[in-house]
C-alpha cells in the first residue's frame, strides 16, 4: 500500500525544514536613514477611499521631508528626520488583522523598520496596538477611528500614538451639530454598514442624540446593509418610507457612492435630510451627483473643510496634491501627512533636546507625548491618554455646489473645539456620553 | 437441513416498473443455487435486495431466523451474507495483496482493534495463504488495476470470502470471462467455498456451468420465479425453455459457445442500469 | 398594503440581481462540474469594461439611449475574451485532474484577475450612471423608484427564461443536457464535448460579465466589488441546487424577498437573511432545493 | 515492529533540529515558522481527507472556530495555553463531529462547497456578534504556560516549543494512525466505497471519523494562530479565503508525506512575505501566479521534488 511504503525522505525534510528556518537574514538597517513603513489599503474596497489617498498624502510630506523643503512652521528644520533621510515602505494593509499583525513582525523583525505611520483601519489598529507594545515599536496610526485602542485594549501606551480624534469626536459634533441648526427635528434613524465601524459610528451618534435632544425620538428601524453589499434598493425604499427626517449614515467609499446614485435616482436626498460622516472621502470624486445639501463630516479639519485654511504648509500641500493627482486632498491624504508631520515633528524636537544629536526611540517618544504641533490644517494637540491621543478641533457642514468655481464647498460650517467633543483625558467616551459629556468645553 | 435464508413475498417496484413481484425461495445450508434469467429479469435485483442495497418495496427476509430487511449491506454483511460483483468492486490502484488484506482488516477488526496496526506478521500469513487458496498468489504484488479480467474476478470473490459468509452470493461469475477460461476459475471458486462450507447462489447464463456446479436452479422471468427445482428438472422445465433458455441453448458445448459469452457482455453492460 | 407591495418591488429588484449575479456561476457549474471561483471577476472586469464604454460613448454626439448597447458590448468582450482565453488556455489542462484542483486553479485565477484589474484601471472608482439618469423615475404606490433598477427584473426574466428555453427546446440544449447526465455516452455518441464545454464557459462568462456590465450605472466601480459576488452567488447556487438554473431563480427569490421583508421589518438582522436560509436549507435539503438527480455507483 | 520507520525518524530530526534552532532562530524567521506549524497542521487534517478522496473548501470554519473558542477564554480569565488550545482544538472537533453526520453523506466537489456553505455561515455569525468585535475581532493576550508567564522574546520562543512538541506528536501520531486499520481505510473508501460497505464497514463512518480528526487539527491550528498572532478576526480566520489558501497549501505540499504539509505551509508563508514586500500592490498576483504554476508544473506538490531527486540519484542516467 502507498501509504505503508517507506519513505527514507524523511531525513530530507529535517534538513529542509531546518535550512529554511535556520536563514536568519534579517536585513541590516543602514545607518543613516530612518525606515519609516507606512502601511495602508493598496488593493480592495479601501483604496480608492481611503488607502491611496493617505499614501499619496504620507509621500509628498515624506519627500518634502527628505528635500527640506516643508513650508513654515517646519521650514528651518532640516532635511530628514533630525537630520537622517526617511526610508519609506508603503505596503498593503488588506486582509484582516492577523494577516497585518504577521506582516507587522516582518516589517520589524526583518527589515529593520524604526517607526510605523500607518494603518487605516480600526480594526487593524486595534490588532497592532498590543504587538506594537510587545515589541517596544514606535507606531502612529493616523486615521483609524475606533475609541477602543486606549480605552480598552491599552490603556497604558508607550509606544503607539494616535495622532487625531477618534470615533467619540465624530458622533458628539454631528450631534451637536443637529442640535444648533435642526432644533426643531422631528427623529432620526440611521444607514450604517453592518460591521465594527458602522456599528460605532451609530452607538456614538445614538448617544450623543439622546444626551443632547433627548425628546427626539429614533427610529426603531435603522438599516444595517452588509458592507461592500453596493445594492441598497430595498434600504432606501425603507428610509423613504420611515418618518423620520434626518437620517445618519457612516458609508464610505464604494458602498457610499453606489448609496449616493441609487438615492438620487429615487429622489431621496430631496425628502430626506442626510447626515454622512465620512463622505468628505468622495465629493470631490462625485463632483455634481454629490448630493448638495446633506450634512457632512470629515472626521475633522481636514479634506474639503480645509479648502480654505490660508496657511503656508495648507496652501502648498493642496498644491502639490493637486498639481500630482489631479484632485484636491482628501480627508485620508491629510489624516496621513499629519501623522508623518507628528514624526517629522517628534524627531527634530527630540534631536534639538539631545543636543543636536540623533536621538533615541524613548527620546522620540518623550518628545512626542502630551506635545501640539501643527498638522497641514489645524494644531495637534497630544493630550489625552498619557499624550499619546491627539485632539484636534472638529467640522461639520453642508455641502453645496459652488457655481463660480465649479466645484463641491461647504457651507454653514461649524466648529468645535477640541475639549469640546472629545471626553476629557482619562474619560470612556462612551461613559462620557452616557452621563451627559460632563467637562466638555464648548 | 436448516433454513439459512427465506424470503417471502418479496416485491420491489421503481415507479411503474414491477422489478420484483411474488418471490418466495427457501435457502438452505450448504445448497449449491443457479440463478437464471435473462437479461433485466430481476436476478441482479433479487441479490441486491438480499444484500440490503435496494430496500424492498414489500415481503420479508429472514437469515438464520431473523429479519434482516431494511438493514445496510455491512450489517447483513457482517451477519453472513456476502456478495461478489459483475463488475469487480476491487481497490484498483492497489496490489492484490493490498486488496486482501485490507479485506481481511475490515472483517477482523472491531472496537479498539481498528487502531492496531494494519500490517501483521499472522494477517500476512492468512493473506497469503488466501492467494494460494485462489490460485493468485503469482499476482500478489501486481496492481488490481492491471489485472486478467479473470483474476480481477477471482480476487473479488476471493475478498467477498475472506469473512468466511454463511452465504455468499455471486453476480455472474463468469461474465466476460473466455470460454476457456471459465471451467478453471468456476473449479476454483467452488473448491475453495466448498471448504468454508459456504452455501452459494450464483447468477449464471452459461447453462453448462449451471449443469456442472448446480444442484438448484431459480429461473427469472419478467420479475417473478417462474421455476425453482433441481438442475435436470429446470432445465427441462417448458417455461424455463421458452422464457429464460431460449433457441440459442443447445445440448452441444459448441453451440453455446458464442450464446452463453454474449449474454454474459450484455448483462455486464446492461446490470448497472438495471440496478440503479 | 403599501410596504408589501414595496417589499415585493424591492424584493424582485434585488433577486434579479442575485439571478444575474448567479446564473453564470450556476450555467458553469451545471454543465462542467466546475466551480468557478473566478466568475467573481467576470463580474468584475464586466462592471469594469462597461462603465469604460459608457463613459466613452456618452463623450460622442450619439443618441443617448444607445449607451445600452455599451453594456450588452461589454458583456460579450469580457465574456468571450475570458471565456476562451481561461478555457482553452487554462482549463483544459486540468479536465483530467480532481474536481478540486480546477476549484483551486479558479481560485489562482481570482488572485491573478484581481491583480489584473487594478493594473488596468488603477485604484480610482469609474462611474457610469448615465443610462439609470436616462430612464429616470417611476412612483408606484406613492414610492418613487428608478426605473432603471425595474429593467433589471426584466432582463433576469428574458435571460432566465432564454436559458431555460435554449436548454430544453434547441439542439444544442439538448446537446447539452446530453453532456450533463453523462459526459463519456455524449462522447462515446458523437458529442463533440470539447465544443460544449468551451461554448458553455464563454455563455457562463459572458452571464457573469453581464451582471457586472448592467449593475455597473448604479454602484461605484471600484477594487474589490468581486469579492462580495462571489459569496452571494454561491449562497444563492447552493440554496437552489448547484448547477440548476430553475434553482438559481427560486434562490435568488426566496434570498431577495426574505432580504426586503427583513429590511423592512426588522432591518438588524439584514446582513443572516442570507446565512440563515443557507442554514436552513443545508440542514434540511443539502443538496439545495433544485439538486439535479445523481446517477448511483452500482 | 520490526523495522525503523523512517518518517518517524525524520520527523524527529527535525523536531530536534527545530527545537534546538528555537534558541537562535531570528524572531521573525520564529514567528513564520509558528505560522507554518499552524498552518501545517490545518494542511494536515485536510490531508486525512484527501487521503480519503475528499477536499474541504471550508476549514476555515474549524480553523476559526478553534481560534474564536480560545480567544474567548481569555476573555473570561483563562490565558493556559495549554487549556486554551486544548478547548480550542475540543470545540472544533465538537463541531466536526456534529457537523460531520450531515457531511459525510457527500462526495466529491458537493463535500467540498457544503463545508465552504457551513464555514461562511461561521463567518456571518462572527461578523453580527458585535461582543467578539464584529469584523475587528479582538485582541488576545499573551498566555502563560502552567503558570510560567514569559516575557518578551520569551513569548514566542515557549510558545514555539509548545507548539513544536504538539505538532510533533500529532503528527507521528497521524503518520501511525495511518498504518492502523482505521487509517489504511481512508485508500478502501477513497478507492471503492461499496466494496468497504459490502466488507462489512461503513465507509460513512471512516469518512466522519476523518471528518473529526482533520475539524480536531484544525482547530488546533487556530488556536495555535490566535495565541502566536495574539488577534482573532474573522476575515483571516474565517473568510472563504482562507479556506482556499488551505486547500492551496495541501496542494503544494503534495499527498506524500506527512511532514510536507509543514514545508508546504512554509514555502506559502515564504511567497506571501516576500510577494508583500517585494510588490506590495500586486501580491495577490504572485501568489495566484504561484499556485496556478504549482498545480501545472507540479502536480503532485514539492515533496515530488525531493522524489525525484532522490530518483535520480539512485539511478544515474544510462
Avoid at chain 1, 498619557?386 to 465649479?406: C, P, R, Y
Avoid at chain 2, 471448504?195 to 417473478?224: K, N, P
Avoid at chain 3, 452571494?232 to 447556487?237: C, I, R
Avoid at chain 4, 520562543?157 to 510533533?168: E, G, K, Q, R, S
Wanted: charged content about 15%; glycine content about 10%.
Amino acid at each position: 500500500m502507498k501509504i505503508l511504503r517507506k519513505s527514507g525522505r524523511a531525513t530530507l525534510l529535517a534538513t529542509g525544514l531546518a535550512a529554511a528556518l535556520g536563514a536568519t537574514a534579517g536585513l541590516a538597517n543602514a545607518a543613516e536613514t530612518v525606515v519609516m513603513a507606512v502601511p495602508t489599503f493598496l488593493t480592495g474596497a479601501g483604496a480608492p477611499a481611503f488607502g491611496v489617498p493617505a499614501r499619496n498624502g504620507a509621500e509628498i510630506i515624506i519627500e518634502a521631508i527628505n528635500k527640506g523643503k516643508l513650508p513654515a512652521p517646519y521650514n528651518n528644520s532640516g532635511k530628514g528626520l533630525a537630520g537622517r533621510q526617511i526610508q519609506a515602505l508603503i505596503y498593503d494593509e488588506s486582509g484582516g488583522g492577523v494577516k497585518q499583525v504577521a506582516e507587522f513582525r516582518n516589517k520589524v523583525q526583518k527589515q529593520g523598520v524604526d517607526l510605523f505611520v500607518g494603518y487605516i483601519s480600526s480594526g487593524t489598529c486595534a490588532a497592532i496596538t498590543p504587538v506594537a507594545e510587545e515589541l517596544k515599536m514606535l507606531t502612529i496610526f493616523p486615521i483609524c477611528g475606533t475609541p477602543r485602542i486606549f480605552e480598552e485594549i491599552d490603556k497604558n501606551p508607550k509606544y503607539v500614538f494616535r495622532t487625531m480624534g477618534h470615533a467619540t469626536a465624530d458622533g458628539v459634533a454631528e450631534a451637536m451639530y443637529v442640535k444648533a441648526n435642526m432644533p426643531d427635528v422631528k427623529g432620526y434613524t440611521g444607514i450604517n454598514q453592518n460591521y465594527a465601524w458602522g456599528q460605532d459610528s451609530w452607538r456614538d451618534f445614538d448617544l450623543a442624540m439622546k444626551q443632547l435632544m433627548p425628546n427626539v425620538p429614533v427610529s426603531e428601524k435603522t438599516q444595517w446593509p452588509k458592507i461592500f453589499s453596493g445594492q441598497y434598493g430595498a434600504e432606501i425604499s425603507a428610509l423613504m418610507l420611515s418618518k423620520e427626517p434626518l437620517v445618519h449614515s457612516s458609508l464610505w467609499g464604494g458602498d457610499l457612492e453606489a448609496f449616493i446614485f441609487q438615492g438620487s435616482a429615487r429622489g431621496l436626498f430631496r425628502k430626506k435630510k442626510l447626515l454622512f460622516s465620512v463622505a468628505d472621502t468622495s465629493v470631490y470624486r462625485l463632483g455634481k451627483k454629490a448630493p448638495a445639501g446633506a450634512i457632512l463630516g470629515a472626521r475633522g479639519p481636514y479634506g474639503i473643510f480645509a479648502a480654505n485654511v490660508d496657511t503656508p504648509l495648507n496652501k502648498w500641500f493642496r498644491k502639490v496634491y493637486s498639481d500630482r493627482y489631479s484632485t484636491p486632498p482628501v480627508g485620508g491624504s491629510y489624516q496621513a501627512a499629519q501623522g508623518v508631520l507628528a514624526a517629522k515633528y517628534a524627531y527634530d524636537k527630540a534631536a534639538s533636546m539631545n543636543g543636536g544629536k540623533f536621538p533615541s526611540k524613548d527620546q522620540v517618544i518623550a518628545a512626542l507625548e502630551g506635545a501640539t504641533f501643527q498638522g497641514i490644517a489645524a494644531k495637534v494637540h497630544m493630550n489625552r491618554s498619557n499624550g499619546h491621543q491627539a485632539a484636534t478641533k472638529h467640522m461639520i457642514g453642508v455641502l453645496a455646489w459652488d457655481k463660480e468655481a465649479g466645484g463641491p464647498i461647504m457651507t454653514k460650517v461649524q466648529e468645535f473645539g477640541p475639549d469640546c467633543v472629545m471626553p476629557p483625558p482619562g474619560v470612556n467616551g462612551t461613559e462620557w456620553l452616557k452621563g451627559g459629556m460632563k467637562g466638555a468645553k464648548c | 437441513m436448516t433454513i439459512v435464508l427465506e424470503v417471502r413475498d418479496l416485491q420491489k417496484t421503481f415507479g411503474a416498473v414491477v422489478a420484483a413481484k411474488d418471490i418466495n425461495v427457501t435457502v438452505n445450508e450448504h445448497e449449491i443455487i443457479g440463478i437464471i434469467g435473462a437479461n433485466g429479469a430481476g436476478k441482479t435485483t433479487f441479490v441486491n435486495m438480499v444484500t440490503g442495497y435496494l430496500k424492498p418495496t414489500s415481503g420479508q427476509i429472514e437469515f438464520a431466523g431473523r429479519s434482516i430487511m431494511g438493514l445496510p449491506p455491512r450489517d447483513i454483511t457482517t451477519l453472513g451474507i456476502s456478495r461478489s460483483f459483475q463488475i469487480p468492486q476491487v481497490f484498483l490502484s492497489e496490489s492484490v495483496f493490498d486488496n486482501l488484506l485490507m479485506a481481511y482488516a475490515i472483517t477482523e477488526a472491531t472496537g479498539l482493534g481498528l487502531l492496531s496496526p494494519l500490517l501483521n506478521d499472522a494477517r500476512a500469513a492468512r493473506v497469503d495463504s488466501h492467494l494460494e487458496r485462489y490460485q493468485i498468489a503469482q499476482y500478489r504484488n501486481a496492481l488490481a488495476s492491471t489485472l486478467p479480467q479473470g483474476v480481477r474476478k477471482l480476487l473479488d470473490i476471493a475478498m467477498a470470502a475472506v469473512s468466511k459468509p454463511t452465504i455468499l452470493m455471486l453476480d455472474e461469475p463468469t461474465s466476460g470471462i473466455s470460454v476457456e477460461e471459465k471451467f478453471g476459475l468456476m473449479d476454483i471458486i467452488m473448491e475453495a467455498l466448498r471448504q468454508d462450507q459456504t452455501t452459494v447462489l450464483f447468477i449464471e447464463h452459461d447453462m453448462e456451468i449451471v449443469e456442472r456446479y448446480v444442484s438448484r436452479v431459480l429461473a427469472f422471468y419478467q420479475g417473478e420465479i417462474i421455476c425453482d427445482a433441481p438442475t435436470a428438472e429446470a432445465l427441462v422445465d417448458p417455461g424455463v425453455r421458452e422464457f429464460v433458455i431460449g433457441e440459442e441453448y443447445h445440448r452441444t458445448r459448441t453451440g453455446s459457445e458464442n450464446a452463453g459469452e454474449n449474454a454474459g457482455e450484455n448483462a455486464g453492460e446492461n446490470g448497472g442500469g438495471e440496478d440503479a | 398594503m403599501q410596504e408589501l407591495i414595496v417589499i415585493l418591488i424591492d424584493g424582485l429588484v434585488f433577486s434579479s440581481y442575485l439571478f444575474m449575479v448567479s446564473v453564470g456561476l450556476t450555467v458553469i457549474f451545471g454543465v462542467m462540474k466546475i466551480l468557478n471561483v473566478a466568475h467573481g471577476s467576470f463580474y468584475a472586469f464586466g462592471a469594469y469594461m462597461s462603465a469604460t464604454l459608457i463613459g466613452a460613448y456618452y463623450n460622442t454626439d450619439l443618441p443617448e439611449f444607445g449607451g445600452f448597447l455599451a453594456i450588452f458590448l461589454a458583456a460579450l468582450i469580457i465574456g468571450v475574451f475570458f471565456g476562451i482565453v481561461l478555457e482553452r488556455g487554462l482549463l483544459r489542462f486540468l479536465y483530467h485532474r480532481d474536481e478540486h484542483i480546477i476549484v483551486l486553479a479558479t481560485f489562482a485565477m481570482f488572485l491573478v484577475l484581481e491583480d489584473v484589474l487594478m493594473m488596468i484601471w488603477g485604484t480610482d472608482p469609474y462611474y457610469a450612471y448615465e443610462p439609470m439618469a436616462l430612464l429616470g423615475a417611476v412612483d408606484i404606490v406613492e414610492l418613487t423608484f428608478d426605473v432603471y433598477s425595474l429593467t433589471l427584473i426584466g432582463l433576469a426574466v428574458i435571460v432566465g427564461l432564454g436559458l431555460w428555453l435554449g436548454l430544453t427546446r434547441t439542439k444544442w440544449g439538448k446537446l447539452l443536457l446530453a453532456v450533463i447526465f453523462d459526459r463519456e455516452i455524449s462522447q462515446a455518441m458523437g458529442i463533440n464535448v470539447t465544443v460544449v464545454f468551451t461554448v458553455t464557459f464563454v455563455v457562463g462568462a459572458i452571464m457573469g460579465a453581464l451582471g457586472g456590465a448592467y449593475i455597473a450605472p448604479t454602484i461605484s466601480v471600484s477594487p474589490g466589488i468581486g469579492v462580495e459576488v462571489i459569496v452571494l452567488s454561491f449562497a444563492v447556487v447552493v440554496i437552489g441546487g448547484m448547477g440548476s438554473i430553475p434553482g438559481a431563480m427560486i434562490g435568488a427569490l426566496l434570498v431577495g424577498i426574505s432580504r426586503a421583508a427583513a429590511v423592512h421589518k426588522f432591518p438588524e438582522i439584514e446582513l443572516f437573511v442570507i446565512y440563515a436560509i443557507m442554514a436552513l436549507v443545508l440542514a434540511i435539503r443539502p443538496e439545495g432545493l433544485f439538486a439535479p438527480a445523481q446517477a448511483r455507483k452500482i | 515492529m520490526r523495522y525503523i520507520d523512517k518518517t518517524v525518524v525524520g520527523l524527529t530530526i527535525a523536531f530536534l533540529v527545530l527545537f534546538i534552532a528555537d534558541f537562535f532562530m531570528a524572531e521573525w524567521v520564529r514567528f513564520i515558522g509558528l505560522q507554518s506549524l499552524a498552518r501545517g497542521a490545518v494542511a494536515l487534517g485536510l490531508l486525512v481527507l484527501w487521503r480519503t478522496g475528499l477536499v474541504s473548501f471550508g476549514h476555515a470554519l474549524y480553523f476559526g472556530f478553534g481560534a474564536y473558542a480560545a480567544a474567548m477564554l481569555t476573555l473570561i480569565g483563562y490565558h493556559d495555553a495549554f487549556l486554551l488550545v486544548f478547548a480550542g482544538t475540543l470545540a472544533a472537533g465538537v463541531l466536526a463531529y456534529l457537523l460531520g453526520f450531515l457531511l459525510r453523506r457527500y462526495r466529491a466537489i458537493f463535500f467540498a462547497l457544503l463545508n465552504m456553505a457551513f464555514s461562511m455561515i461561521l463567518y456571518g455569525v462572527i461578523v453580527k456578534t458585535e461582543e467578539l468585535g464584529s469584523t475587528d475581532g479582538f485582541s488576545v493576550l499573551t498566555p502563560t504556560f502552567l503558570g510560567y508567564a514569559p516575557q518578551g522574546e520569551a513569548v514566542q520562543t515557549t510558545l514555539f516549543i509548545f507548539t513544536l512538541v504538539f505538532t510533533y506528536i500529532i503528527t507521528v501520531g497521524v503518520h501511525l494512525y495511518m498504518k492502523t486499520t482505521l487509517g489504511g481505510m481512508s485508500m478502501a473508501v477513497r478507492e471503492n466505497e461499496i466494496r468497504v460497505e459490502y466488507l462489512g464497514y461503513s465507509a460513512e463512518k471512516v469518512i466522519h471519523v476523518k471528518y473529526v480528526f482533520s475539524g480536531l487539527v484544525a482547530g488546533f491550528g487556530g488556536a495555535i494562530m490566535a495565541l502566536a498572532i495574539g488577534q482573532v478576526d474573522p476575515d483571516s480566520m474565517a473568510n472563504w479565503t482562507v479556506s482556499g489558501e488551505f486547500v492551496f497549501i495541501t496542494i503544494l505540499s503534495g499527498i506524500g508525506n506527512v511532514g510536507a504539509t509543514y514545508i508546504g505551509a512554509l514555502v506559502f508563508e515564504l511567497i506571501r512575505t516576500y510577494a508583500f514586500e517585494y510588490a506590495p500592490q500586486f501580491w495577490q498576483f504572485i501568489l495566484g501566479g504561484s499556485l496556478l504554476a504549482i498545480i501545472m508544473f507540479l502536480p503532485d506538490g514539492i515533496w515530488s521534488l525531493f522524489s525525484r531527486l532522490r530518483r535520480s540519484e539512485k539511478a544515474p542516467s544510462p
